[in-house]
């Protein structure tokens, strides 16, 4: 996998037939590429595969020039592309849905339980000697069974997540999106909620939409102060949608009882930050699609996108711009 690819196309001039050749200049270092290679690399080019770590903004799109047709970014997320800037500029872009669906909403449920059943805590415990005997109430936390699970953005992750909590007797699902799904939320028996009443209401939120400007620090001050004090809050969407700083001040004041997350702003997370001091926080380094297959699909499916573009074929997963 290449962490960032310009692809220079040329036409075979000693074949009869039509067939194309790409000339890859490839960033091999799994860590990110520095913003000056970047500007130097990208001059000239046709494509660029980009990954999520990587900003491809008017800066960097103004370095490329009027050759760029094609960008493929190897996430199912855009917030780290300029969007109109490239929709105004003409230029095509692949993107990675569905592909990566059910091994983040398998990270979902995992964080979800790890966070609720306090997992790190207990592993501490029996690590530094804090497990003496067994107590009645000792390390106590929430189950699923005959809870309410609200969900922000019911997509296809946000079904994902819904299809595999069920089974553990889930009494009740609530969600909350710019629409009502009546479809998809018809499996679920999953009912369209205002967000405050789906604060209120859920023993656990699991936040699961997309990073918009509506959706930036959708969960704040206000919304925490909604939920329940023995709710726990998961969020495997962008760090963005949260007010950092709000949802420590909820854990530290117990306004709700533990959170789980995957994504933070900035990432990575800085060390020192105060989330990381509190115990009824799970933090996670961004794992939601980091399986093996997943992450070998998203890849193919990136480069194809980046080839079909260049060729100016349908690509397999084309962001509508």
């Known amino acids: 996998m290449f962490s960032v690819g310009f692809m220079h196309q040329a036409r075979s001039l000693e074949l009869p037939c039509l067939c194309w050749l790409f000339k890859l200049e490839q960033w091999d270092s799994d860590e990110p590429i520095s913003r000056e290679d970047l500007l130097k690399g990208v ?89 003496i005997s067994w107590k009645p109430l000792w390390m106590c936390g929430y189950q699923l069974l005959n809870s309410t699970v609200g969900i922000i953005g019911l997509g ?25 799904r009546a479809k998809e939320a018809a ?12 604060a209120a209401q859920s023993d656990f939120v699991v936040v699961s939409c997309a990073l918009t400007p509506e959706t930036q620090e959708l969960c704040n001050k206000n919304f925490f102060q909604k939920m329940k004090k023995t709710a726990v809050f998961v969020n495997v969407s962008r760090g963005d949608v949260v007010n950092q700083e709000d949802l420590y001040q909820a854990l530290t004041n117990g306004q709700i009882t533990a959170a789980g997350l995957d994504v933070t702003s900035p990432e990575p997370l800085p060390t020192n930050h105060p989330l990381f001091s509190l115990k009824n926080c799970v933090i996670l380094p961004h794992m939601g699609s980091a399986t093996y297959g997943t992450r070998n699909t998203m890849s193919v499916l990136a480069v194809n996108n980046l080839l079909a573009g260049l060729k100016g074929e349908p690509m397999p997963s084309e962001f509508k711009l």
């Open 43 to 131: 001059a000239g080019a046709h494509g660029i595969l980009c990954l999520l770590s990587d900003k491809i903004d008017k800066e960097v799109l103004d370095a490329a020039g009027s050759n760029l047709k094609v960008i493929s970014t190897l996430s199912v997320g855009v917030d780290h592309l300029a969007v109109d800037e490239i929709k105004k500029r003409g230029i095509r872009l692949g993107y990675t849905p569905d592909v990566l669906t059910d091994a983040t909403a398998e990270l979902a449920v995992a964080l979800l339980l790890t966070t609720s059943r306090r997992l790190p805590e207990g592993i501490q415990e029996a690590k530094n000697g804090g497990w």
């Open 187 to 198: 499996e679920f028996q999953a009912v369209f909620v205002p967000l405050e009443q789906l």
């Open 156 to 180: 296809r992750i946000g079904q994902a997540i819904a299809r595999r909590l069920k089974p553990f007797g889930v009494q009740k699902f609530l969600y909350t999106g710019r629409r009502p």
